[in-house]
Antibody
Framework: QLQLQESGPGLVKPAETLSLTCTVSGGSISSSSYYWGWIRQPPGKGLEWIANTYYTGNTYFNPSLRSRVTISVLTPENQISLRLSSVTAADSAVYYC????????????WGQGTLVTVSS | SSELTQPPSVSVSPGQTASITCSGDKLGDKYVCWYQQKPGQSPVLVIYQDVKRPSGIPERFSGSNSGNTATLTISGTQAMDEADYYCQAWDAGTAWDTSTVVFGGGTKLTVL
């Protein structure tokens, strides 16, 4: 059974870089059938897509976040990482990773999410 | 990028039919999916490719998409269906790096 687990610091200072890792188990991130995505949700608000990446490293981004986002694929570890630079309080959110089969055009498996708070 | 508009809230009586709309420019030209999210939980996919249900999703959940509006319909709504619902569209774009994913703002479904 596929499982995704987000991990990383729960508290980040303003202007610093947020770094998260998504560990995939029960499946390979090198599968040609899937993209892998990051989505966030500020407390009490809606979902916001951040980016989708393929195991080759090809990535497409939310244009509003593109300049601050870096996605890396760590194939041996079966992990995907997210880095968001120059964070502000507006970046405080639950961050999810999820699997995205393009034939479905939807995120069909989600991690449990991890809360990141930006505060000094 | 396109924006998707959902009503903030919808109310329905148990056993009745709930309809949640999602509007966007030429939305009918894209694949639309729907997620259910209960408090403190991750979203769950309930409809994809406009009308398809993932394994394990009850038949009372159905979808449609035409013109500028996609609709999630829940027939015979149950108390357990009370949740936030989000639509999402995917535009494959003309090249890899022009693909985009966009979410609607979400609708809180209350089963009275």
């Amino acid at each position: 059974q596929l499982q995704l687990q987000e991990s990383g610091p729960g508290l980040v200072k303003p202007a610093e870089t947020l770094s998260l890792t998504c560990t995939v188990s029960g499946g390979s991130i090198s599968s040609s059938s899937y993209y892998w995505g990051w989505i966030r949700q500020p407390p009490g608000k809606g979902l916001e897509w951040i980016a989708n990446t393929y195991y080759t490293g090809n990535t497409y981004f939310n244009p509003s976040l593109r300049s601050r986002v870096t996605i890396s694929v760590l194939t041996p570890e079966n992990q995907i990482s997210l880095r968001l630079s120059s964070v502000t309080a507006a970046d405080s959110a639950v961050y999810y990773c999820a699997r995205f089969p393009p034939r479905e055009g939807a995120f069909d498996n989600w991690g449990q999410g991890t809360l990141v708070t930006v505060s000094s | 990028s396109s924006e998707l508009t959902q009503p903030p809230s919808v109310s329905v009586s148990p056993g009745q039919t709930a309809s949640i709309t999602c509007s966007g420019d030429k939305l009918g030209d894209k694949y639309v999916c729907w997620y259910q999210q209960k408090p403190g939980q991750s979203p769950v996919l309930v409809i994809y490719q406009d009308v398809k249900r993932p394994s394990g999703i009850p038949e009372r959940f159905s979808g449609s998409n035409s013109g500028n509006t996609a609709t999630l319909t829940i027939s015979g709504t149950q108390a357990m269906d009370e949740a936030d619902y989000y639509c999402q569209a995917w535009d494959a774009g003309t090249a890899w790096d022009t693909s985009t994913v966009v979410f609607g703002g979400g609708t809180k479904l209350t089963v009275l």
